[in-house]
Nanobody
Framework: VQLQASGGGLVQTGGSLRLSCAAS????????MGWFRQAPGKERDFVAS????????YYADSVKGRFAISRDRAKNTVHLQMNSLNAEDTAVYYC???????????????????WGQGTLVTVSS
């Protein structure tokens, strides 16, 4: 599975951005796609994920109510709509593919098998 992320950039505090990640290659019948982010000097943190078959979504507490993850099944693409951005959202954002989803571990980066190249989101004040 190959993942191609796009949509990062520079935005002012309070602004919005939409990230996209297109998956290509052979995917299974039970998988999830998610977004993680990594700020300089910090660990890679879970942001959001979506089960492909059911559309069930999962969010980190820090983004709940501001970010929305969605999927386009026809295009094998996942989107992350980010609203009310603030400086703490500045990071490199990675999309990832999780084969054989287990709900209790869906927030763990260790459970994701394939990763996109990362796209930088910078929020300026």
């Amino acid at each position: 599975v190959q993942l191609q992320a796009s949509g990062g950039g520079l935005v002012q505090t309070g602004g919005s951005l939409r990230l996209s990640c297109a998956a290509s290659g052979r995917t299974s019948s039970n998988y999830a796609m998610g977004w993680f982010r990594q700020a300089p000097g910090k660990e890679r943190d879970f942001v959001a994920s979506i089960r492909w078959s059911t559309g069930a979504t999962y969010y980190a507490d820090s983004v709940k109510g501001r970010f929305a993850i969605s999927r386009d099944r026809a295009k094998n693409t996942v989107h992350l709509q980010m609203n009310s951005l603030n400086a703490e959202d500045t990071a490199v954002y990675y999309c990832a593919y999780n084969e054989g989803v287990i709900t209790t571990t869906i927030r763990s980066p260790n459970m994701y098998d394939y990763w996109g190249q990362g796209t930088l989101v910078t929020v300026s004040s």
